[in-house]
């Protein structure tokens, strides 16, 4: 008998491809059971990714689903919301395909509040196409790219998109796989925008070259250094310096933009009439 996650994956296509210790797959284990819980339907359930080692994950789930061209997954589940708003979509996408080459997709959907479920996959990386460092990788952090340490600022995903109109926002890690479940439910149940950032063990391709151990010891690194929000709000800046908050971060309310675009075209319609 098949297990409730199992039920909702394409045999035919495993072995997967990702690496030892990699933690894509318990991100989409928690997406999986998230779906089964919301009791939705798998007929009207669609999965968009774009280009990535997280973005495979699309193809191993038996949904609709669709993996699009890198940086614009955000823009292909836009016009499926648009064209049936009927439909749950969930759009998977990397740190590096989210924030970088979608860097603008990303924030025009927060901004527009369309009524999509984001899941960042956050392992601080290119993982597939070469080890380079993405907006993302936190300063001083090691890449193909950056040989003696990244110079640059890394984005804050959840204050990004809470600040370009996101109505729902939340981040846990792989460590904390149960929270992460809820946390999806939360946000598909959100009518706008969610954003969920998972944080995630790149062994291979960022914790091997950070000197970070394997997937074990990285997600005992993500134990050691999450907090709750509740923690965080008694610690000072310089407690909360390298630790990663989880939970709920934002919660808020602006108009759907699907609905909207209906009330418009019912409005345009009957004046054509």
């Given at each position: 008998m098949l297990s409730q996650v199992e039920s909702h994956l394409r045999s035919d296509r495993f072995p997967h491809i990702w690496c030892p210790g990699c933690g894509n797959g318990i991100v989409?284990?928690?997406?999986?059971?998230?779906?089964?819980?919301l009791g939705y339907d798998p007929d009207k359930t669609v999965v968009v990714s774009g280009i990535g080692c997280s973005s495979r994950a699309a193809g191993y789930l038996d949904f609709n689903t669709l993996h699009t061209t890198h940086g614009r997954a955000l823009a292909f589940a836009t016009g499926i919301k648009l064209a049936r708003p009927e439909l749950d979509v969930f759009v998977l996408m990397g740190d590096g395909d989210a924030t970088a080459i979608g860097g603008n997709h990303f924030i025009h959907a927060a901004r527009r509040n369309i009524d999509l479920t984001a899941i960042i996959f956050n392992n601080s990386?290119?993982?597939?196409?070469?080890?380079?460092?993405?907006?993302l990788?936190?300063?001083?952090?090691?890449?193909?790219t950056a040989p003696y340490g990244n110079v640059e600022r890394n984005f804050d995903i959840a204050e990004l998109a809470k600040g370009a109109g996101a109505t729902y926002v939340a981040r846990a890690t792989t460590y904390h796989a149960t929270m992460l479940e809820k946390l999806i439910i939360a946000g598909a149940k959100n009518k706008g925008f969610s954003v969920i950032e998972a944080i995630t063990a790149c062994p291979v391709g960022y914790g091997r070259r950070n000197k970070m151990g394997n997937g074990l010891q990285m997600?005992?690194?993500q134990k050691e250094h999450a907090v709750t929000v509740k923690q965080a709000e008694k610690m000072s800046p310089e407690?909360?310096?390298?630790?990663?908050?989880?939970?709920?971060?934002?919660?808020?309310?602006?108009?759907?933009?699907?609905?909207?675009?209906?009330?418009?075209?019912?409005?345009?319609?009957?004046?054509?009439?």
């Amino acid at each position: 008998m098949l297990s409730q996650v199992e039920s909702h994956l394409r045999s035919d296509r495993f072995p997967h491809i990702w690496c030892p210790g990699c933690g894509n797959g318990i991100v989409l284990s928690a997406l999986v059971r998230a779906i089964e819980k919301l009791g939705y339907d798998p007929d009207k359930t669609v999965v968009v990714s774009g280009i990535g080692c997280s973005s495979r994950a699309a193809g191993y789930l038996d949904f609709n689903t669709l993996h699009t061209t890198h940086g614009r997954a955000l823009a292909f589940a836009t016009g499926i919301k648009l064209a049936r708003p009927e439909l749950d979509v969930f759009v998977l996408m990397g740190d590096g395909d989210a924030t970088a080459i979608g860097g603008n997709h990303f924030i025009h959907a927060a901004r527009r509040n369309i009524d999509l479920t984001a899941i960042i996959f956050n392992n601080s990386i290119y993982g597939m196409t070469g080890g380079q460092y993405s907006p993302l990788t936190p300063p001083g952090k090691r890449a193909t790219t950056a040989p003696y340490g990244n110079v640059e600022r890394n984005f804050d995903i959840a204050e990004l998109a809470k600040g370009a109109g996101a109505t729902y926002v939340a981040r846990a890690t792989t460590y904390h796989a149960t929270m992460l479940e809820k946390l999806i439910i939360a946000g598909a149940k959100n009518k706008g925008f969610s954003v969920i950032e998972a944080i995630t063990a790149c062994p291979v391709g960022y914790g091997r070259r950070n000197k970070m151990g394997n997937g074990l010891q990285m997600l005992l690194w993500q134990k050691e250094h999450a907090v709750t929000v509740k923690q965080a709000e008694k610690m000072s800046p310089e407690e909360l310096q390298d630790k990663i908050v989880i939970g709920e971060l934002y919660r808020g309310e602006a108009p759907e933009y699907t609905a909207m675009y209906e009330e418009i075209m019912a409005r345009a319609k009957g004046k054509n009439q």
